[in-house]
T-cell receptor
Framework: DAKTTQPTSMDCAEGRAANLPCNHS???????VYWYRQIHSQGPQYIIH???NNETNEMASLIITEDRKSSTLILPHATLRDTAVYYC?????????????FGKGTLLTVNP | DAGVIQSPRHEVTEMGQEVTLRCKPI?????LFWYRQTMMRGLELLIY????????DSGMPEDRFSAKMPNASFSTLKIQPSEPRDSAVYFC????????????FGPGTRLTVT
């Protein structure tokens, strides 16, 4: 699976949009981009995933560049409860590729 | 849906004792995963079941660790004998099963071995 690069930490003001970048320059055609987050003392939580097109759900939007070498997770109106470590994971969709490899992620701190 | 349920939430035991962690996956999910998280090593996959069958246990640290899934609604992770280096948070996750599907994690069991 392709390697990802994320900033170690980011800050965001409450009520503002949080834009979390992820570089995955070695991504291949059948690999999906997944985003999970882990709030302190809780289990990881699935946020969103995509292959080529931009995706949106009730939690966030995922913007994938046309060349698929990078993506951005957008939390449109960050709240204090969004403070967490956010993980960008690239994984192929093949039958044997069930493993999620969590890196160090980005610690997002939402400030009042 | 109640989500993935794990018990106990906290476990403190002495070195050498047997520890059993339990997991109830989300109903209808046919894939189940056990992970371990420590500060030093981050989140590691221990074992993966599909349709109650262990598919990959290459992440299990050693023979002291064993996992079972006797039916679609229950799984256990057992450590016998436990050692202080087993202290960690153990997460169970389940998935609808298709490779691209997301995994849903339980709240974890914090294990402390003294």
């Amino acid at each position: 699976d392709a390697k990802t690069t994320q900033p170690t930490s980011m800050d965001c003001a409450e009520g503002r949009a949080a834009n979390l970048p992820c570089n995955h320059s070695t991504i291949s055609g059948n690999e999906y981009v997944y985003w999970y987050r882990q709030i302190h003392s809780q289990g990881p939580q699935y946020i969103i995933h995509g292959l080529k097109n931009n995706e949106t759900n009730e939690m966030a939007s995922l913007i994938i560049t046309e060349d698929r070498k990078s993506s951005t997770l957008i939390l449109p109106h960050a709240t204090l409860r969004d403070t967490a470590v956010y993980y960008c994971i690239v994984k192929s969709g093949g039958g044997s590729n069930y493993k999620l490899t969590f890196g160090k992620g980005t610690l997002l701190t939402v400030n009042p | 849906d109640a989500g993935v349920i794990q018990s106990p939430r906290h476990e403190v035991t002495e070195m050498g004792q047997e520890v059993t962690l339990r997991c109830k996956p989300i109903s209808g999910h046919n894939s189940l995963f056990w992970y371990r998280q420590t500060m030093m090593r981050g989140l590691e996959l221990l074992i993966y079941f599909n349709n109650n069958v262990p598919i990959d246990d290459s992440g299990m640290p050693e023979d002291r660790f064993s996992a079972k899934m006797p039916n679609a609604s229950f799984s256990t992770l057992k450590i016998q004998p436990s050692e202080p280096r087993d202290s960690a948070v153990y997460f169970c996750a389940s998935s609808p099963g298709l490779p691209e599907h997301e995994q849903y994690f339980g709240p974890g069991t914090r294990l402390t071995v003294t």
